[in-house]
């Protein structure tokens, strides 16, 4: 079983920056992919950018250029940087990672929260 643990929100004004971080309790090498999700209140939870244990990454449409996502095996940490962040992005924002073998199995964080106020 994967315990995830997200930490790195708060409150940023619009343009800032913010980089969340998500802790694995094992070795995410053999993890076949991890990624962040977020959502709002009354609204549908979204995937932000996902990353494959190869490296490939994607992206939401409305974020590419801004958001970055990135692992380090070594640390067994999973990364979201957050770039010129907007209103619009306030969210509570949540690891995921699909463990192997088929079925593939799901395990979530309990989410950080992200606030960009102007």
């Known amino acids: 079983q994967v315990q995830l643990v997200e930490s790195g929100g708060g409150l940023v004004q619009p343009g800032g920056s913010l980089r969340l971080s998500c802790a694995a309790n094992?070795?995410?090498?053999?993890?076949?992919?991890m990624a962040w999700y977020r959502q709002v209140p009354g609204k549908q939870r979204e995937l932000v950018a996902a990353?494959?244990?190869?490296?490939?990454?994607n992206y939401a449409d409305s974020l590419k250029g801004r958001f970055t996502i990135s692992r380090d095996n070594a640390k067994d940490t999973l990364y979201l940087q957050m770039n010129s962040l907007q209103p619009e992005d306030t969210a509570t924002y949540y690891c995921?990672?699909?463990?192997?073998?088929?079925?593939?199995?799901?395990?979530w964080g309990q989410g950080t929260q992200v606030t960009v106020s102007s």
């Open positions: 990353i494959s244990s190869g490296g490939n990454t």
């Open positions: 094992r070795s995410i090498f053999s993890i076949y992919r």
């Open positions: 995921n990672a699909a463990v192997g073998p088929i079925p593939v199995s799901l395990y």
